[in-house]
């Protein structure tokens, strides 16, 4: 726990989110702003800022959050169509929370990325 982290504060529920799933290691939350039809956040109940900081232990619960994503991609209906998975890291990726956390994007064609 990080005071003043928003999505420690999801994660321990003293602020609001559309809970979508949620485990012993991890949440998935509906984003506030969503970019696509389905857009969803998987978010380590652990806090640490970003993808630099795997390793370790980490590199599993990595994986864990990969495969929660994959399952709500089958479960919401765009695994078979496609869908992207980001870990926005710094500012060039334009990351705005610094606790980590992968996006599921899905429902429409993405548009390709340099
Ligand atoms: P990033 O830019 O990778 O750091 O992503 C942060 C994401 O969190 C953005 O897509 C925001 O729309 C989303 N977000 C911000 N505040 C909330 C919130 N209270 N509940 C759910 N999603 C949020
Ligand atoms: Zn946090």
Redesign the pocket.
Known sequence: MSEDC?FCK?VEKS???TLLYEDEQCVA?????P?APV?F?VIPRQHFSGALEVDGAREQLVGHLVAVAARLARENGVAEKGFRL?F?TNAH??????HL?L?LLGGQALGGMA
């Open positions: 928003l999801i602020d609001p989110a939350i509906q984003d506030i702003f970019k857009h956040l980001v926005n990726a334009g990351q705005t929370v610094f956390h996006h």
